[in-house]
């Protein structure tokens, strides 16, 4: 594990595997860097892989007030560290990688969850729900907030997560949910937002995703001046590593 100081001294864990030109991995909503070890190591065969916690997370500093400006200012710091020519962005980690508006080369967004026709509706009062439950102590609440109302699990699911080893550690990241909702804002496409990037970016979506997923990756890459838009065989909201890492090696490594 290796440390960086981001612009406003919080420090930012992360681990590197493989070798080759640099691509750095932003993760999703509710996640650690444990969640994408699998597809570092599928990648490290063609890439350095550069996995970070975003701040709150794992080994990761959390220096308050949040702002979503941080985010931005974190990747950076990790991209000037490292090298990173290359970067993919998980889910809700799509407006932390878009927003930054970071010089890389070509970049990736795996299913931003933007609310596109179809989608659930959003949660009444979600981001100040959110919070109320952090601030009350309760990130179990806030945990099942995010699962039942925005996920749409089921709560005798949650119910039953909350009887297993993971939960604690669920528990633990639970706040940084306040963090995506603000990235997201309204969580509509942002399409004045894309249409200023030009980086070349490819959107993924995996078929057994629900239409929306589906949707909000197409409708990106249509708003974006150089989108792709790819979809391929995985489970929900996920593709399999080896899958990631062709579509990955594939896109960044053509000319």
């Given amino acids: 594990m290796d440390k960086v100081v981001s612009k406003d001294g919080t420090e930012l864990a992360y681990d590197t595997y493989g070798s ?9 909503g509710f996640t650690e860097r444990s969640r994408y070890v699998d597809d570092a ?38 991209r000037s560290a490292t090298g990173a020519r290359f970067a993919c962005a998980y889910s809700s980690g799509s407006m932390v990688l878009l927003q930054s508006r970071l010089p ?55 119910d039953q997560i909350r009887q297993t080893p993971m939960w604690a550690g669920m ?24 249409a200023s990037i030009d980086v070349p970016t490819l959107a993924m979506f995996s078929n057994a995703s629900p239409d929306w997923l589906k949707g909000a990756a197409r409708q990106a890459s249509e708003a974006l001046p150089q989108g792709t838009l790819e979809g391929h065989d995985g ?18 490594l053509t000319a």
Avoid: C
């Fill in 20 to 28: 080759g030109p640099v691509l750095v991995l932003v993760a999703g």
């Fill in 41 to 78: 190591k599928a990648l490290s065969s063609e890439f350095t892989v550069v996995n970070y916690d975003r701040r709150g997370r794992g080994d990761s500093g959390d220096t308050l007030p949040y702002a979503v400006e941080r985010e931005w200012e974190d990747l950076e710091a990790v």
């Fill in 104 to 158: 890389f080369e070509k970049q990736a967004l795996m299913e931003p969850p933007f609310r596109v026709e179809g989608a659930p509706a959003p949660p009444d009062r979600y981001i100040e729900r959110l919070q109320e439950f952090v601030d009350t102590g309760n990130p179990g609440g806030a945990a099942e907030l995010f699962m039942v109302e925005a996920v749409g699990q089921p709560k005798e699911v949650v």
């Fill in 171 to 194: 528990e633990a990241i639970a706040h940084t949910l306040v963090y995506d909702g603000l990235q997201l804002g309204d969580s509509a496409v942002p399409r004045e937002l894309l």
């Fill in 235 to 252: 489970t929900f909201h996920t593709l399999p590593p080896e899958t990631m890492a062709q579509a990955l090696t594939d896109y960044f």
